[in-house]
């Protein structure tokens, strides 16, 4: 048995299916955070958080990457640890430093900020000569002014080091610009009071369908276990609205670009979900993803292929060569459709989907709820899961029962 050390997590989904997967697979885990009680207040209703499960809960200051490599160390001597990881992209590159320095499994640093920092991870792509949307880094209002005029309206304008789509515009004109980089700029930490990188991207908007490749590599070599396609709006339009896995398209070169691109930022080893856009011209990277995917996609991947990515995940770090082999579940596809908010507002009821023979997990916000304005994937008010055996047909499904839940506000 196995004793892997999580670093800190994500409070969705990967909360839950990373811990899970570990104990699924006969092993343990301890940990280590610097606020236990920030996955606390997102305990799942009627029971405890699935982190809980923990053989060790341990707590450290884990945005001091010094004392941390050395604190865990320390701890390494007295309950030793066999492997080391975390689904949270902004301790990525810190999982990778503590592996190499106890001569753990894992991927290289300097891959994993390159892929999690999209400033960098757009410097690898142009450097390979990969497809992706024209661009350019600024600073301060001056430089993003000068960019966006060298890219043109419309644009896009982003951070290079948040997640979950938070404060990513699209932006049509110089005010639109001006209110996205003063929304920016007033976010100076992230979510785990880490400084932020002042460091903006301006892209060319792109247009056309998206779709997210979803890979293992092993020793340097990918294997691409499928595609899923993505639906987007919420009032900025990048809101992730909806997946199903595999996409009913044709993925042959969506393959080849996501395995392209994650050879461009120095991916070796490890589990990567990398976000394309399949323009008029083909497809083009939007970011690389250095972990599994998050929104449940891996449990759509498991329903239909058996493949279990947070295991996989999991297996790699403590050494293990996983085993890819797809088995037959009877499922064609597997969709997820969210509910996302009309409005910001107190919620006061959400009238739920009918019963339905096809849905195999859902979850709805209660009463009192405090909804956003559905500008990140962070604003969901719940979501609805489905399979179908017939390849291409559960998106359907999925997106008209999230579409009958009906919002009111107190």
């Not at 990398?274 to 991947?301: F, M, Y």
């Amino acid at each position: 048995m196995a004793h892997v050390l999580l670093v800190e997590s994500w409070v969705g989904a990967m909360s839950r299916l990373l811990p899970g997967a570990i104990l699924e697979a006969g092993h343990g885990f301890s940990f280590l955070t610097r606020d236990l009680h920030h996955y606390l207040r997102d305990a799942p209703a009627g029971g405890g958080h699935p982190l809980l499960a923990a053989r060790n809960l341990l707590t450290a200051e884990t945005n001091d990457v010094p004392a941390l490599l050395a604190h865990v160390e320390r701890l390494h001597e007295v309950i030793p640890f066999d492997g080391v990881l975390t689904s949270c992209d902004y301790y990525l590159e810190t999982v990778a430093l503590l592996a190499g320095r106890l001569g753990l499994p894992g991927p290289d640093p300097g891959a994993m900020r390159t892929a999690y920092r999209k400033d960098l991870s757009r410097a690898a792509l142009d450097r390979a000569g990969l497809p992706q949307p024209g661009f350019a880094l600024a600073e301060g209002w001056t430089e993003v002014l000068r960019a966006a005029e060298r890219i043109g309206f419309p644009l896009v304008l982003k951070p290079v080091d948040l997640c979950a789509g938070l404060y990513v515009r699209q932006v049509a004109d110089r005010a639109g610009l001006r209110a996205a980089f003063d929304a920016v700029a007033s976010f100076p930490v992230n979510a785990r009071r880490q400084p932020r990188v002042p460091t903006l991207l301006i892209e060319e908007l792109m247009t056309g369908p998206e779709v997210s490749v979803e890979t293992v590599t092993v020793d340097g070599t990918t294997h691409v276990i499928g595609v899923t396609d993505k639906s987007l709006g919420g009032t900025t339009g990048f809101v992730e609205t909806g997946h199903m896995f595999p996409a009913a398209l044709d993925a042959a070169d969506a393959e080849k670009t996501a395995i392209a691109a994650l050879e461009a930022v120095g991916l070796d080893r490890g589990v990567a979900h990398t976000e394309l856009r399949l323009t008029a011209a083909g497809p083009k990277v939007v970011e690389v993803n250095p972990r599994p995917a998050g929104n449940q996609i891996t449990e759509l991947v498991r329903r239909v292929t058996g493949i279990d990515l947070p295991m996989v995940y999991a297996q790699l770090a403590i050494g293990e060569t996983p085993d890819l082999t797809r088995t037959d579940t009877g499922v064609g596809s597997a969709a997820i459709a969210f509910v996302l908010p009309p409005r910001a507002g107190t919620v006061e009821a959400i009238t739920p989907w009918p019963d339905d023979e096809r849905i195999v997990d859902s979850t709805l916000r209660g009463p009192g709820h405090r909804a956003g304005d559905a500008s990140s994937n962070n604003d969901y008010l719940g979501y609805v899961m489905t399979v179908d055996e017939r390849p291409g047909a559960a998106r359907a499904t999925a997106d008209a029962l999230a579409a009958r839940a009906e919002v009111t506000y107190a």
